[in-house]
């Protein structure tokens, strides 16, 4: 028999055969959405959205299974060269358990694309809480019709403490 010659008779050589097909052709396919995962890069990705009151003041809470933020802000039309901001006041409250929290509010245009962010919480790792209060004049991007808030989180590490 020659070397490369199969011991299986006919019909059952092309059923092993497809069946080593297969598993090669789903271990490509898990290799290669495994590279495409690693590969490209997550966008923002915004959660409810809430339109922007022009015409005044507004009030609203948001609410994730990592935080919760109580804000009102007060809408402040420009003049001349300055832009038009908004009077941010928020209580962010996180959940307990987290060692690093971000949170960042978006503007938003008509169709929904992101077109200015500002930072409004980020304490720090490992320093606690950080300031619960937030107070701060934020200026709004010319076109921007919703706000929106997203945010990054990390649980607390539990570290064993060595044993004698």
Do not use: W
């Not at 420009?78 to 962010?92: E, K, L, M, P, Y």
């Not at 962010?117 to 076109?143: C, Q």
């Amino acid at each position: 028999m020659a070397p490369y010659e199969s011991r299986l008779p006919g019909p059952d050589r092309s059923a092993a055969f497809s069946g080593v097909k297969a598993i090669g052709i789903v271990c490509l396919m898990t290799l290669v959405s495994v590279i495409l995962a690693s590969c490209s890069t997550p966008g923002r990705t915004v959660g409810e959205t809430v339109p922007l009151n022009r015409t005044g003041h507004d009030t609203a809470t948001h609410r994730t299974m990592d935080y919760r933020i109580e804000f009102s802000y007060a809408f402040q039309p420009g003049h001349g060269s300055t832009s038009d901001s908004i009077q941010f006041n928020a209580r962010v409250i996180p959940r307990r358990g987290l060692n690093t929290f971000v949170l960042r509010l978006h503007f938003l245009d008509e169709t929904g694309q992101i077109i200015g962010t500002s930072i409004l919480y980020a304490p720090g790792a490992r320093r606690g809480a950080g300031r619960p209060t937030i107070s701060r004049l934020i200026e709004v991007p010319d076109g921007a019709a919703r706000m929106g808030f997203s945010h990054e989180a990390r649980e607390q590490r539990i570290r064993r403490g060595r044993r004698p």
